[in-house]
């Protein structure tokens, strides 16, 4: 009699949504990298990062290139533009062009040093107790950043209010939050979340309100090529939110 060869056992099913959880990315802004799980606990950890939902400690933690980074990448990336240039119909090997892909790879980390920085490190000397409880205003700071859809710039003016609550920060270091986060590939709808959140976690204010107006260079120079156009995006935490009297006032003053 034919003896047929045996059937392979079927395999136990794995926990498809474990392996997933495990193996999916936490997108914050700033890093996608693999949620872990926590030790004895069956859910993934929470994302860390501003705007993430994150405890009051996640602005501490942000860096995401160092300049030893930027000393390694730098042939790889001139490289890269170097293809780029080819890819556009021109020769890099032509007088103007020897040098461009150098220039390109510096000036885009440059452009994106925003990674290289961390929050903590410019305001951890720079918050100071005080006993004042009325808005405080910095209106009127330049941004400039790049489209992380076209790589093209962004560039406009921030507008940033807080309540504070028996805390201050140093008043230019305010500029400094926006120039962290604007140095970096960014949508500007996600810029203003991650200046808001950052000031609500270092300072505990009763609120924060930020006002973006920004023109899209892939706006301007291709697609619907509209010159004059602005995107205007704002982000109330607190009683920016909660009191329509507190975000009128914050709202009046910076167009006053």
């Not at 999916?24 to 993934?44: C, E, H």
């Amino acid at each position: 009699m034919e003896q047929r060869p045996e059937q392979p056992q079927p395999q136990p099913a794995k926990a498809d949504a474990a392996a997933a959880a495990d193996t999916s990315s936490a997108l914050n802004g700033l890093l996608d990298g693999p949620v872990k799980r926590p030790s004895g606990s069956g859910r993934p950890a929470a994302p860390r990062g501003p705007g993430a939902g994150s405890g009051p400690e996640s602005w501490k933690e942000e860096r995401t290139r160092s300049v030893e980074d930027n000393e390694m990448s730098l042939p790889s990336l001139a490289a890269a533009y170097t293809t780029i240039l080819r890819g556009l119909g021109e020769d890099p090997q032509r007088q103007g062009l020897l040098k461009t892909p150098w220039r390109a790879a510096t000036a885009m980390q440059f452009f994106t040093k925003g990674y290289q920085e961390k929050i903590v490190d410019v305001l951890n000397d720079a918050i100071f107790d005080e006993d004042h409880d009325e808005m405080v205003i910095v209106k009127d700071i330049d941004m400039f950043s790049m489209c992380e859809h076209h790589l093209v710039p962004i560039f406009g003016r921030v507008h940033i209010g807080y309540l504070p609550n028996k805390r201050v920060l140093g008043l230019s270091k305010l500029a400094r939050i926006v120039e962290i986060y604007s140095r970096r590939l960014q949508v500007q709808e996600r810029l203003t979340k991650q200046i808001a959140v950052a000031i609500t976690e270092a300072l505990q204010p009763t609120g924060v309100g930020v006002v973006i107006e920004a023109t899209h260079m892939c706006m301007v120079m291709r697609g619907v090529q509209k010159m004059n156009s602005k995107t205007v995006t704002s982000t109330m935490l607190g009683v920016f939110r909660e009191d329509p009297k507190t975000r009128d006032e914050f709202l009046t003053l910076i167009r006053s």
